[in-house]
């Protein structure tokens, strides 16, 4: 018998479908007319006519969508991906929801759940951008479960519009497959809907698979919708590789005769990059240039004192008189255009020397010899290495590139910057105008960062620079935490967030000794800015009080503050800079301060928490309650009660113990101004009788009042009777959303003997 004509096959697919829809229906009249299914599961006949509904669904999709609710409520979770997820329509008419479906996805197919699981607003849009991920890099093969698979549609075409954050690894796996003809539509589908690219512990790469990202990066941010691209964990970054990610990310696109026509670029109609005004700027075959970076750089250091001045000057002539023995002696004969340093610097520092006794204002580049001391040594003994050769070949030029559309977020975690990758940033960084956010996180720049100021500084020229938060952090600067704030605020008056962190002070390369007191007076004032947040990480050394207290002062309109370790000579110090916190920074909000001795600071605690602009007040191992216990925790509750304003108040590791804590429960009574929502104590050194006592004490005061808010109790003594502490914990729920967890508190050993 003949085969049955397309026509033919539809209809007969349509009429056992129908068929099936129809028994379905009297399967659900027999069970009476209830909506939801009995949570035993529906009867076997409709298992068998969902099944048949569903492997029909290209001829009976539109039918489907208009069944009654209990019925659709079956027949969705026997869907495969791409026809549940075109169901969601039609299912949210209906009132019904796709969530737990899609739970039940996950935990089939990925077995694992997410990070923050709890926080997952849409199961559909996780499932399907993770599907998308995994695919792409071929990490799941979609043929493995029924429910994945589907002739009538493609994989990574589908779950594209889901696509917002993308993540790239090892050695540019699937990166290939994107860019063929075959997947164009799932790439247009990406350039929509993606936001974040990122690179994670990528590996060295083929000459075909760097090709295929230049265009994927092309279309997906030139032509697309990227705004931040983030490179992570890249321990030996391969050259070529890296710059072409941070050229790409800039704007810059150079044609490749292997790259063919790209239709949009037309319509785009590119600029030329660089800006005539700029300096030609070529990554191969040469090195690049540096004089006006080194320029730009000195100057930023110009501010030094007069004492540093003459250090480097005396430093920089022995240098230079060696070095002049050693080239002119025989055997090693030099050339001037042989020389890594700009033919400027041999006149610059016989210049510094004749002026040095008018000081240090009279020549702006006095300082420039110190600065780029070791970056000179460095320098040549790589070029007479040959490390300066570029890992990847010839790097190609930026002076003929075209300029389109570039990221407004750049983020570099653990990726070591080489002398060359740091210029070539630097000089990106100079009309990167659309860059509204630059993290730098452990890229070991020691005295590149030089470099990247000057960057920073001439980008901060431009009228349209956007760039409004800037985060760094290393584990080693030539420059201190409060310097480094100093110069960023003067160079970037315009900055919203600024963030440093340094780990440690580096002796060998910084530029002046350590513990020099002149620190304390040789800043210039700043400007006053436009800072709305400033987080400062410090190492473990005291710090300048009066340089933060310039920071402060100079930034009015600051909202949020964080000090980690900060540690200074005295208390009297400490006492100042928070003085200048209620006198200068009429609207700061949020404060947090950790791991710092505020122990003889208490005063000014009190002061702190009259502020009536304060919401958020975070003082996390501080040893506030090291001294003088019971005359201040008295005070302190008082203060609590009349604030009216202040929502968080987080005091972890502060040693409050029992007492400390019974006490606190004053601040929810119902004589209380208190408007607190959210009280952290955790690491506190609180016994279960002291939480149970806590309590009833919140009971008895105010049994009416309902929710306080969220109570954070981790790693406390709880587990020294775990049905006492079950019991409070079960109490305090009654008015609080309680988090804690099952903690050993033998670890704790020196702060129960402290409490005893």
């Known amino acids: 018998m003949a085969a049955p004509r397309p026509r033919d096959a539809s209809a007969s697919l349509a009429l056992r479908g129908s068929r099936a829809a129809v028994a379905m229906e009297a399967a659900c009249g027999e069970r009476s007319s209830a909506v939801v299914l009995e949570p035993s599961g529906p009867p076997e006949l409709f298992v068998l006519c969902g099944r048949a509904v569903s492997a029909h669904m290209g001829v009976l999709e539109s039918g489907v969508w208009g069944l009654p609710a209990p019925i659709l409520q079956g027949i969705l979770p026997l869907l495969n991906i791409y026809y549940l997820e075109r169901a969601e329509q039609a299912a949210q008419k209906k009132g019904l929801s796709t969530q737990t479906i899609w739970i039940q996805l996950w935990d089939d197919v990925m077995r694992t759940r997410p990070p923050r699981s709890e926080s997952v607003a849409c199961w559909r849009a996780k499932f399907l951008e993770t599907f998308f991920c995994h695919v792409l890099r071929g990490t799941l093969d979609p043929t493995c479960d029924c429910r994945l698979q589907d002739s009538r549609f493609s994989p990574l075409q589908h779950s594209a519009p889901y696509v917002s954050q993308l993540t790239i690894c090892n050695a540019l796996q699937g990166v290939g497959e994107l860019v063929a003809e075959a997947q164009r539509e799932a790439l247009e589908i990406l350039a929509r809907s993606l936001h974040t690219l990122k690179f994670r512990h990528l590996l060295f790469s083929d000459g075909t698979a760097q090709q295929a990202l230049r265009r994927l990066l092309h279309r997906l941010i030139h032509h697309g919708a990227v705004q931040q691209v983030s490179m992570y964990s890249w321990p030996v970054p391969e050259t070529a590789l890296f710059i072409l990610i941070l050229t790409m990310s800039a704007g810059l696109w150079q044609p490749a005769p292997c790259d063919g026509p790209c239709s949009l670029c037309r319509a785009d109609s590119p600029e030329q990059a660089p800006a005539p005004d ?4 070529l990554l191969a075959p040469g090195r690049p240039r540096r004089d006006t970076a080194e320029r730009s750089a000195a100057a930023l250091m110009a501010t030094r004192w007069e004492t540093e001045a003459r250090e480097a000057q005396e430093q920089a002539m022995l240098v230079q008189e060696s070095r002049t023995l050693g080239e002119t002696g025989p055997g090693s004969p030099r050339t001037p255009a042989s020389s890594p340093l700009p033919p400027q610097a041999a006149p610059r520092r016989k210049s510094s020397c004749s002026h040095s006794c008018q000081g240090p204002s009279t020549e702006p580049d006095d300082l420039y010899d110190f600065v780029f001391l ?36 750049l983020e570099l975690f653990t990726i070591p910057l080489s002398t060359e990758s740091t210029l070539v940033l630097c000089h990106l960084l100079r009309s990167w105008v659309s860059l509204e956010k630059l993290t730098l996180s452990y890229n070991g720049l020691g005295s590149n960062i030089f470099y990247l100021l000057e960057g920073l500084q001439a ?28 110069t960023t605020l003067r160079v970037l008056p315009r900055l919203h ?19 020099n007191s002149s620190t304390e007076t040789g800043h210039e004032d700043i400007p006053e800015n436009c800072l709305k947040q400033l987080e400062l990480g410090f190492p473990r050394r005291p710090q300048a009080s009066k340089c933060l207290c310039q920071v402060l002062e100079a930034s009015p309109a600051l909202q949020q503050l ?25 609207a700061l909000q949020k404060l947090s301060f950790h791991d710092m001795n505020l122990a003889d600071c208490q005063k000014e605690v009190l002061l702190l928490l009259q502020d009536p602009s304060l919401r958020e007040l975070t003082l996390s191992f501080c040893r506030l309650l090291e ?14 009660k009349s604030n009216s304003t202040l929502k968080s108040f987080r005091v972890p590791g502060n040693r409050l113990g029992s007492s400390g804590l019974v006490a606190l429960a004053e601040i929810f009574s119902s004589d209380s101004s208190s408007s607190l929502c959210q009280l952290d104590i955790s690491s506190n050194c609180i016994k279960p009788d002291g939480l149970l006592e806590f309590a009833k004490q919140l009971e008895q005061s105010h049994p009416n009042r309902g929710t306080f808010g969220h109570l954070s109790l981790f790693q406390n003594w709880l587990d020294q009777d775990p049905g006492m502490a ?7 729920r009654a008015t609080f959303s309680v988090v804690s967890d099952t903690w050993d508190s033998s670890q ?9």
């Not at 490390?387 to 790097?395: I, R």
């Not at 901060?460 to 100093?486: G, N």
């Not at 001294?627 to 609590?640: C, E, G, I, N, S």
Request: charged share 25%; with cysteine; net charge negative.
């Open 278 to 281: 700029e300096p030609a700027f």
């Open 748 to 756: 704790a050993f020196a702060d129960y003997v402290s409490m005893m």
């Open 726 to 732: 079950e019991e409070a914990i079960g109490r305090l």
């Open 459 to 486: 980008l901060s020229a431009q009228a349209s620079c956007c760039l409004r938060s800037f985060h760094f952090t290393d584990l080693f600067s030539p420059l201190s935490v409060l310097e480094l704030a100093h």
């Open 374 to 409: 070791i970056a000179s040594e460095k320098e040549e003994q790589e070029e007479s290495s040959g490390a300066w050769a570029p890992s990847g070949g010839d790097l190609p030029s930026l002076d003929s590139a075209q300029r389109f559309r570039s990221i407004s977020s």
């Open 497 to 515: 967030t600024l963030a440093i962190r340094i780990d440690h002070l580096s002796p060998e390369d910084s530029p002046r000794a350590a513990g």
């Open 562 to 586: 964080a000090l980690d370790s900060a540690t200074f000579t005295s208390p009297r110090e400490l006492g100042l800079v928070l003085q200048t916190l209620r006198e200068c920074n009429p």
């Open 627 to 640: 001294k003088r216990r019971t005359h201040f925790l008295p005070k302190l509750v008082t203060a609590m």
